[in-house]
């Protein structure tokens, strides 16, 4: 018998929790590793679905000389210990004998639970199909029997367990368990049978509970998640890899989704603990971060909570190429968190002729810049200014937050805009006034073509101002407004500029 310890960050009711794994000597010729869940993402919150995912080593025969099913059953730790080994939950495949793998035919190819732009050949499907579409051919009520959700593959397997966030989706889970998987410590037992003969058997524990630090973010572009795994890393907060059931891509060149699953089982994890969320590259649509995770949290009226600590690039990129008197050079971004209290934050400065007005923004073009804390901006007559800036969520009242038929969120509001009053600093006087919307498009550009990637917080405002104004120094105030023009708490800035 091997035993293994691993310690993990506490959560709300436990200091330390244990990962055991025991493997028993098989019968056969043939182990199983689990995958999924990782040592790492053993904590769930309460009522989440969750795959079973593992690799099968069938030690040089294949499964048709090696034929058995996968068992996953779910037990309740303390009675485990106790010597009560009492499922709450059992899921259990059912390979052809002939084959040794489950039968296509008891794959549902058709559902039409799926998300509508799944386009993935069978032929891909076939060899990697996600449990959630088994059933028993020839029985289509089958199909919402939560026990037959295993596939086994000649060199893999996958179950869907459902904890109940799901209940209500595609199944009749109130006929086959009591309760929702809640706040306790479960053991998973892994199991290759044939017949009433367990060949081998893993075990592991996994918590459901509340994961105390989590990381909220867009996983692209590639800079982005490096520097995001690494602020994880360092923190010791969650970010979460495994695959939410749902959202099915293992063994496959593309995602399978079914959307009302994932996004059920994504938003859930982020309405308790801290949320440390990351401002940066956030569409208004088809995002899962604003739609499903954010969308979730606004509805649950914490999106201005101090449980949700936003973060942003303290020059508003993974990287900044510059100009400089020798030539160009590249400073790396750093997430921070905003200031306490604050709701929008300045950058950078950048400037450049006026020549440039309006050209789109390529974010690895070097320019001339200016770092934050933005105190003075020093411009000449024939040059325009960019500002540079990031924006939290704000929450909406509850009636303008939708939840939608398909499992998203609309937010019905949020920082829309930035108004800027230029004052002469002798007289008070406002010479100048300019309102920009928050927005912001970065175009790229590489060998496999051209793309652009659109965020609803962040903003480039650039100023080129009219002649009247040159040669004086002005006091520059700042200040956003929502959708309704209301002036948002949090947003107020103040620097001074002058004109050359």
Do not use: C
Request: glycine share 6%.
């Amino acid at each position: 018998m091997i035993f293994l310890t691993r310690t993990f960050r506490p959560t709300f009711f436990f200091a330390f929790l244990f990962q055991i794994i025991f493997a028993h000597p098989a019968a056969e010729a043939v182990q199983i590793s689990v995958l999924e869940p990782s040592v790492w993402e053993t904590v769930m919150e309460s009522g989440r679905d969750f795959y079973v995912i593992g690799k099968i080593d069938r030690e040089g025969k294949t499964a048709a000389e090696t034929p058995f099913d996968i068992r996953v059953e779910v037990a309740v730790t303390g009675l485990v210990r106790a010597g009560e080994r009492i499922p709450v939950r059992t899921v259990l495949s059912r390979v052809d004998p002939k084959t040794g793998v489950t039968p296509m035919r008891d794959i549902m190819f058709t559902y039409e639970g799926k998300a509508p732009w799944i386009d993935i050949p069978r032929a891909e499907l076939e060899n990697s199909p996600p449990p959630d579409l088994v059933y028993r051919f020839a029985d289509i009520e089958s199909f919402y029997d939560p026990s037959l959700k295993a596939v086994v593959t000649e060199d893999s397997f996958a179950v869907l367990v459902q904890g109940g966030v799901t209940k209500n989706f595609d199944t009749n889970y109130a006929a086959h368990y009591d309760g929702d998987l809640e706040w306790k410590l479960f053991r998973v037992f892994v199991a290759a049978i044939s017949g009433d003969q367990v060949l081998t058997e893993s075990e592991m524990d996994i918590m459901f509970g509340t994961v105390q630090d989590k990381v909220l973010s867009r996983f692209s572009p590639p800079e982005h998640l490096k520097n995001v795994e690494a602020f994880a890393k360092e923190h010791g907060y969650r970010i979460y890899k495994n695959s939410f059931p749902g959202y099915w891509n293992y063994g496959l060149s593309r995602t399978y989704e079914i959307p009302l699953r994932w996004r059920r089982n994504n938003s859930l994890e982020y309405v308790t603990g801290r949320v440390h969320a990351m401002i940066y590259n956030i569409r208004g649509e088809r995002s899962a971060t604003q739609e499903v995770e954010l969308g979730h949290i606004a509805y649950e009226g914490w999106l201005e909570s101090d449980e949700i600590i936003y973060y942003h690039y303290d020059v508003g990129e993974p990287f900044v190429p510059h100009k400089t008197f020798g030539g160009t050079t590249v400073r790396q971004g750093k997430l921070v968190p905003f200031n306490h209290g604050d709701k929008l934050a300045f950058t950078r400065v950048s400037y450049a002729p006026k020549e440039t007005a309006s050209f789109d923004y390529k974010p690895y073009d070097p320019e001339r810049v200016e770092w934050p804390p933005v105190v003075l901006i020093d411009t000449g007559e024939d040059e325009l200014f960019r500002i540079y800036g990031v924006v939290t969520p704000i929450q909406p009242h509850l009636s303008e937050v939708t939840a939608n038929d398909d499992g998203t969120y609309t937010i019905g509001n949020r920082i829309a805009k930035v108004r800027y009053e230029f004052i002469d600093g002798a007289s008070g006087e406002i010479l100048y006034a300019a309102e920009r919307p928050v927005e912001l498009s970065r175009k790229y550009e590489d060998s496999s073509g051209k793309w652009s990637a659109d965020s609803i917080y962040e903003f480039r405002h650039e100023f080129a101002l009219p002649k009247s104004l040159y040669g004086k120094i002005f006091t520059v105030h700042a200040k956003a407004y929502d959708h309704y023009y209301e002036p948002v708490f949090g947003t107020e800035e103040v620097f001074l500029l002058r004109v050359r």
